[in-house]
């Protein structure tokens, strides 16, 4: 009986020094594996608002020739600045957006300051 006791004591001595927690290398070993899905991940996310900003000056692009082609297919001339569009075919926003990075020329529209 004494050496079970002894034995279910020493047990019990022997759990409470365990401490519960991660390793030194363990947490190493955590902090590599974040670093390597860095490393991956965010010149990922960079270019991706570039390619987004391009995307949507390509969208602009391409609405602002289609009121260009209808604001000629409703039988007026071809426009010669975009403010001949603001109205019935542009808005006011548009119009000044458009003349920030666009210009109209012979019914094309084209980048200002193409990359």
Not at 8 to 30: C, D, H, P, W
Not at 73 to 82: I, L, R
């Amino acid at each position: 009986m004494k050496k079970k006791m002894k034995k279910y004591l020493l047990n019990i001595l022997a759990k409470s020094r365990r401490q519960e927690g991660f390793t030194l290398i363990e947490m190493v070993v955590v902090i590599a594996i974040i670093v390597i899905l860095m490393v991956l991940i965010v010149p990922n996310m960079l270019n991706q608002k570039e390619k987004a900003e391009t995307r949507t000056s390509d969208a602009f692009k391409t609405t602002l020739q289609t009121q260009v082609e209808m604001y000629k297919d409703d039988g007026h001339d071809t426009p010669s600045k975009f403010e001949d569009l603001q109205g019935e075919f542009l808005t006011k926003d548009q119009v000044k957006k458009a003349n920030k990075s666009f210009k109209l020329e012979n019914g094309k529209v084209t980048e200002i300051n193409k990359k």
